[in-house]
């Protein structure tokens, strides 16, 4: 059984930054799709960026060129850097995995974290 575990999460200011991290356990030898998903209050649940096992990524129209999602393997940690944060990124930060290793956007993932709170005031 997969775990994943969100951290990082925080109250900023219009322009910082933050780190997430998403730790993973319990990984079989089957390679994973991971990726980030946000829910701001109201709104739908939406895709952010994804890694693949090849280390390919892909990331939102939305965030592109602001956001950035990583990972080390040997830790088993994933990342998703934010810069130049804004308001509208005011969200419950999610992380998944999921065993189909192919880069996408969507909700179809099997494993899910808890989520970390990120607050962006102006």
């Known amino acids: 059984l997969i775990q994943l575990v969100e951290s990082g999460g925080g109250s900023v200011q219009a322009g910082g930054s933050l780190r997430l991290s998403c730790v993973v356990s319990?990984?079989?030898?089957?390679?994973?799709?991971m990726g980030w998903f946000r829910q701001a209050p109201g709104k739908e649940r939406e895709g952010v960026a994804a890694?693949?096992?090849?280390?390919?990524?892909r990331c939102a129209e939305s965030v592109k060129g602001q956001f950035t999602t990583s990972k080390d393997n040997a830790k088993n940690i994933l990342y998703l850097q934010m810069n130049s944060l804004k308001p509208e990124d005011t969200a419950v930060y999610y992380c998944?995995?999921?065993?189909?290793?192919?880069?996408?956007?969507?909700?179809?993932?099997?494993?899910w974290g808890q989520g970390t709170q990120v607050t962006v005031s102006s």
């Open positions: 998944a995995a999921d065993s189909w290793d192919i880069l996408r956007l969507g909700l179809d993932y099997e494993y």
């Open positions: 319990g990984y079989t030898s089957m390679r994973y799709c």
């Open positions: 890694i693949v096992s090849d280390g390919s990524t």
